[in-house]
Structure formats: C-alpha cells, structure tokens
C-alpha cells in the first residue's frame, strides 16, 4: 500500500470517527428518559396551573430561595397564558439553598388551603427580604405569607405534619433520579430542557405543541 493509499484510507477513518462523535455528543445533549425518570416528573397533588386538558405539560423543579427561579417565574406564567389550553405547568419542589427545606415545607402547607401560587409569589416579590447570601432565612420568608393564610393554626400544624415532609421527600427523591442539580430545572413533555435560557424553553414548548397539536392525517 503506498503513501497515498494510507492517506485516503486515514482520513477515511478519521471521518467516520468523527460522526460517530458528533452523534454521540448530540445524544448527550438531548438524553431520552428511562421509565424510572418518566415515573419521577409526576406526583399526584403537585400544583398545576393551565388546562388540566392540555397537551403540552411543563414540569419545573424550583427553589423558592433561587433567584433564576424567581425571573423565570413571569416568563413561565406568560408561556401559560400565550397558549390558554395546549399547556400546563407543573411544579414540583426542589430546596437546593440552605434553608430552603422549611420554606417549601411552608408552601406545601400554603398549597393545603389552596394557596400555593399566591404564596410563591409572595414570597419571589419578597425574596430580598428573606435571602441573603443564597441563604434562606424561613422565619422571615414566613413573615411575608402569613397574611394571606386562611387558617394560620392549620397552617403551623401542616407545616411541621409528616404528611408535608413526606410530599418534599418525594420531590427530592424525584429530582435526584431526574438528575436535578440546579433550579430552575425544566421538563416539556419529558424531554429535558438541556440547553438553559428563556428562548430555549420557548423552543421546546413550541416543538411540543406542534408535534401535541398536529393535524392527524
């Protein structure tokens, strides 16, 4: 075999190896769900806003304590809004920032009374009253949401109940086979949002409602 030869047989090689690679870095970015991460985006009694109808299903891991969580938050209510009916958002809890734990302990217990989405964003419009450093301060963060309770006995009660530990137990654990390891952490249909940004998840969702939505033929 001559120079030559080995040349076009070594750029040959060369170009395989490097689709090959190409593939395998597009599968890293858009990881399929094994069933037991399928089985891990749903909880019954996870609070949900939009059409219990539609197609198209947001589920978000959040931290009440994180500041990306709280600019998204807008962004995400507008995504539900843009396409009344076709999506749903779903939100399930994830206390990454130390003391964290006892704040989503208190919005479960908010949630009880039917007060989950009033109290997150009492507490995303008060935020810089009760984070410091990244670190959560629940004494505080509870003094901004105990006006909008209905019944504060209740309340106090839920929120120290086995019942409320066990619904974030879960969450946790369902984040963790999920892999989530920063908040906020967003599914669409299932399909992990893997590159991070506002336009990206409004990318996802839109390929989602055109695929949910699409004439039958």
């Not at 939009?50 to 507008?78: H, M, W």
């Not at 967003?186 to 839109?206: A, C, I, R, S, Y």
Request: with cysteine; aromatic share 10%; charged share 20%.
């Amino acid at each position: 075999m001559n120079n030559k030869t080995l040349f076009i047989a070594a750029a040959a090689c060369f170009a395989i190896a490097f689709v090959g690679g190409v593939a395998v870095y597009k599968n890293q970015q858009t990881p399929s769900l094994n069933q037991e991460a399928k089985t891990a985006l749903t909880r019954e009694g996870a609070p949900v806003k939009g059409s219990k109808d539609a197609k198209v299903t947001i589920v978000e891991f959040f931290d009440p304590a994180c500041g990306t969580c709280r600019q998204f938050y807008p962004l995400v209510n507008n995504i539900v809004q843009k396409y009344r009916g076709k999506v749903k958002l779903v939100k399930r809890y994830a206390p990454l920032h130390q003391g964290s734990p006892e704040v989503v302990k208190m919005i479960e217990a908010a949630h009880l009374q039917g007060k989950f989405w009033p109290v997150v964003e009492r507490l995303y419009s008060n935020q810089h009253r009760w984070v410091e450093h990244h670190v959560a301060n629940p004494q505080q963060a509870m003094l901004g949401i105990k006006p909008l309770l209905v019944d504060q006995e209740k309340f106090m009660r839920d929120w120290q109940s086995s019942e409320v530990a066990q619904i974030i137990a879960q969450d946790i654990h369902d984040g963790k086979v999920l892999k989530v390891r920063a908040t906020p952490q967003f599914f669409v249909n299932g399909k992990p949002l893997t590159e991070f940004g506002h336009q990206q998840l409004l990318d996802l969702v839109d390929e989602a409602i055109a695929k949910a939505y699409a004439p039958k033929s």
